[in-house]
């Protein structure tokens, strides 16, 4: 069951400059149209009550506000780090959220997250206190490597768990969560981390090995594979497929 007071937060001011195209990967063409696009529409048909908050670099020129499927959202100004963005967005909510209502925080760089996923997310955090994330269990042998990128050690994979997005939290939690890091000078690579510096333990949700996150060239036609592949489950309305 969707809450009726749901906040949805999608960073979206970085460069991807491991990318090395023209733009950010934001902006980069899957399946004929931007990936931001497209991870907008995964989250309004999981959502389309909720409310957006869409952090963008203040001088982005490649965003068309004609993109936003969502009736209620807003543009943020987004910062140097995601932190700083996705904080940005929870100030500008202060007088509009209560304490208690869900925030997820989306990566625009994950546009095959599965709707299947995107509900089970709320239905098992439903009664949780700390808020939880979409994950999935290590499954390769995992190196440690020095600094000339040779292997120091072999890594026990038992209970190591690659975090997905979104991530959801409580919204009073997570603002106080970030706010907190940022006075302790704690560097947070995503919104659990911060809850996990509260001495907190956010609940690992397992999820499909298909929420690619977008990072490299070939991640695009991989991608667009993925929506091929959602498309025949017919479990996706308005999968793109390869044409």
Known sequence: MIPEALWLIVPAAGQG?????????????????????????RLHRAYPRASLRLCLAPDDPWFDPAWVPFERWQRIAGGSERADSVLNALEELANRAAADDWVLVHDVARPCVHPDDLQRLLEVLAEEPVGGLLAMPVADTMKRADARGRVTATESREGLWHALTPQAFRYGLLRDA????????????????????????????????????????????????IFAVQAEEGKVPGAETIP
């Open 178 to 225: 970030l706010h907190g890091a940022r006075e302790r000078g704690v560097r947070v690579t995503d919104e659990a981390s911060a809850i996990e510096a509260l001495g907190l333990a956010p609940r690992l949700v397992p999820a499909r090995r298909d929420n690619l996150k977008i990072t490299h060239p070939e991640d695009l036609s991989l991608a667009a594979r």
């Open 17 to 41: 400059r491991r990318m090395g195209g023209d733009r950010p990967k934001q902006y980069l063409s899957l399946a004929g149209r931007p990936v931001l696009v497209h991870t907008l529409e």
